[in-house]
């Protein structure tokens, strides 16, 4: 009778930290004032509704890779790092429209690396959700640099037409390094899935449909606003608990909070429901850069650390939240900004 041979494992680290962090916001500010003359609506209106004063629209010259390649480059230098040094590049997209290769894969090879590449989806919750992946391979040793990046060019997706979602939405890039730690820098992902709601917020006609013929393009995003905004009001906030509670933090504990950056009324509704203390430092970043999706978390990330209302090594709550309906949460020990 034949033994079968023990599989050897890599030893599990402790924990896992953000080691750095990198952004890239486009060139072109889009105040309000210049989404009123695309249509019927006003300044007032934008700001009342979603507390959006203007957005980055990025040019032709900031595609995906282009914004995904500066956060990273930002993010290694930060960490003192090089490409060589990341086992596994994650990047976290709606907007690639690449099948094969992905974005990951040219990420991978514009940073110099020779690590895994994987490219995931999760819309406005990818950010969290890769972090998650993040986590996991460092500390069961699969990888001793994770390369997380948010990039979206939303614009690509997006109805000039339609009132209900074109002002809400930006682009850009947020990109962390995530590496091993003494002590557990990222706490437990409190993540989940309402696929039951998912027209609540997806892109139509279906790229595959166009691509078989069987629908005209272009595909654009469609939103029920209202469904979303009750959806993320009534859960979000017992999402946010349920990640706290998973990390044995208190929310008193906590320095910021770093929601998904959809519009301030979900966020101060989520404050209110969480009961968070006045001392937290709540991200707004959305003011200035309208819903970047998967990029919004780590941009929000990067301004509350630029305007020092958080420190490095502080801890944040970050909620992801959006299409799909999907969500991921965790806490983090907030990383160092790269000069
Ligand atoms: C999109 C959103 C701001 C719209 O606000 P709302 O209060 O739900 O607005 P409604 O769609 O009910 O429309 C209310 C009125 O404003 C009007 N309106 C809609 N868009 C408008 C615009 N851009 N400017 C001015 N008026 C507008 C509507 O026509 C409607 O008018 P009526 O009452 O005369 O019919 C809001 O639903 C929202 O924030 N949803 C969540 C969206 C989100 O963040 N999604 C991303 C999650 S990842």
């Known amino acids: ?29 889009v105040p309000n004032a210049e989404i009123v003359t695309l249509i019927e609506s006003s300044d007032e209106w934008i700001q009342q509704r979603s507390g959006i004063r203007e957005r980055r629209w990025a040019g032709p010259e900031e595609t995906v890779l282009a914004m995904a390649t500066a956060a990273s480059q930002q993010a290694l230098a930060g960490a003192g790092l090089t490409g060589a040094d990341i086992d596994l590049v994650l990047l976290t997209t709606m907007t690639s429209f690449s099948t ?19 490219e995931m989806n999760s819309a406005c919750a990818g950010f969290p959700y ?114 706290l509670e998973a990390a044995g933090v208190k929310a008193e504990q906590l320095a910021a909070f770093v929601p998904h950056q959809a519009n301030t009324r979900i966020i101060d509704a989520m404050v209110k429901g969480m009961g968070l203390p006045e001392h937290v ?18 941009l929000a990330m990067e301004r509350v650390l630029r305007e020092g209302r958080a420190q490095p090594g502080d801890l944040a709550l970050l909620v992801g939240f959006g299409g799909g309906l999907s969500h991921a949460a965790q806490v983090v020990a907030l990383p160092a900004l790269a000069s």
């Open 130 to 243: 890769a972090l998650a992946v993040a986590d996991q391979a460092v500390r069961t040793g699969a990888a001793r640099h994770v390369l997380v990046v948010g990039v979206e060019r939303m614009t690509d997706l997006l109805d000039m037409a339609d009132r209900g979602t074109m002002f809400l939405f930006g682009d850009g890039a947020g990109a962390v390094v995530v590496g091993a730690a003494d002590s557990p820098g990222i706490g437990p992902v409190a993540w989940g899935s309402w696929g039951e709601q998912a027209e609540a917020l997806d892109a139509a006609p279906l790229l595959a449909d166009v691509v078989r013929g069987e629908a005209e393009g272009p595909t654009v995003l469609r939103m029920k606003g209202q469904s979303v905004f009750r959806w993320a009001v009534t859960e979000m906030p017992k999402v946010g608990l349920e990640a």
């Open 100 to 118: 094969t290769p992905t974005a990951a894969n040219l990420l991978q090879a514009a940073i110099g690396s020779r690590g895994g590449a994987l």
């Open 1 to 29: 009778m034949s033994t079968q041979p023990e599989i050897r494992v890599a030893p599990v680290a402790a924990g896992s930290r953000l080691l750095s962090l990198g952004a890239y916001r486009p060139q072109r500010v």
């Open 281 to 298: 430092a709540v991200a707004d970043d959305v003011r200035w850069t309208g819903n970047t999706s998967a990029a919004s978390i780590p």
